[in-house]
């Protein structure tokens, strides 16, 4: 057993499984949380323990359920009782305007990409006490009409801020806004790259620069780092 282990939301495949790759590459054990990717899950687990020689322990859950929340932390922590970081990455990426939003839509996606993260932060702050949380937003603050995903991710990042206030000095929390990595599964109607001041995709290893630094950058917490080449600013 490694002595520092990291939670990590939605990790099976792709960001969440860079994020995986990346603390194992930093010498984490992984609490590798999934919902429905249990095949995946289960190769990520495999590739992960024999890449790079950590504990990979898998745990299933629907984080839309915020009653669902207390249990996989409890299950993260009791198996890797080192846990000193989290990393909220599971999201759901809607396509709904304001005009297009139900009800549902609306819970589930702020369910997932913000109820959630608030409730495993204070699930670590009352029982770990001390380490890092990372928050997984987008760089892109206002895709066309995903105006339910939009709002989410920026509450997200308010929920960054206020989060680094209460719980400093013994926990830093910060998020990584990133760019176009890997297309969604309902394309943009304009390729992401012409939107892309430094004109390519992201790639694992920039995000592994990103999580290495704020791993190491002990006076970082706050602070959203832009993984991007640029896109927010346009
Ligand atoms: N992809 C990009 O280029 C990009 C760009 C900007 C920001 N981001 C951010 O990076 C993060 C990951 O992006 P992604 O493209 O990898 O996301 P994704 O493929 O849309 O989904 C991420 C994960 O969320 C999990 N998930 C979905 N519904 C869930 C639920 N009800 N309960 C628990 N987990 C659930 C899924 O787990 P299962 O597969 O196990 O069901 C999935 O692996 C997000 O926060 C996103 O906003 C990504």
């Known amino acids: ?4 282990a990291a939670l990590i939301t939605g990790a099976s495949k792709r960001i969440g499984l860079f994020c995986a790759r990346s603390c194992a590459k930093l010498g984490y054990d992984i609490a590798l949380h999934y919902h429905a990717g249990q095949k995946d899950a289960e190769q990520a687990k495999k590739e992960l323990e024999t890449r790079f020689g950590v504990q990979v322990k898998l745990i299933q859950a629907d984080l839309s359920d915020p009653n669902a ?3 996989v932390f409890l299950k993260a922590h009791n198996s890797l009782p080192t846990l000193s970081l ?4 599971a999201s759901l990426f809607g396509k709904e305007s304001i005009i297009d939003s139900t009800a549902s839509s609306v819970v589930s996606q702020f369910s997932l990409n913000v109820i959630a993260p608030f409730l495993l932060t204070s699930a670590f702050a009352k029982r770990v006490g001390n380490g890092h949380i990372i928050n997984i937003s987008d760089a892109k603050k206002h895709h066309p009409e995903r105006s339910v995903y939009n709002t989410s991710k920026l509450a997200l990042e308010a929920f960054t801020e206020q989060a680094a206030k209460e719980l400093a000095p013994t926990i830093r929390v910060n998020t990584i806004a ?3 990595f890997l297309p969604p599964s309902t394309p943009p109607s304009q ?3 012409n939107d892309t001041p430094l004109i390519r995709m992201g790639t694992e290893e920039d995000l592994f620069k990103a999580i290495a630094f704020l791993d190491a950058a002990h006076y970082v917490t706050g602070d959203t780092l832009h993984i991007d080449g640029g896109r927010h600013l346009r």
């Open 1 to 4: 057993m490694s002595n520092k």
């Open 86 to 89: 989290l990393i909220n990455s």
């Open 178 to 180: 990133l760019g176009s």
């Open 69 to 71: 929340i207390e249990t």
């Open 191 to 193: 390729p992401a790259i």
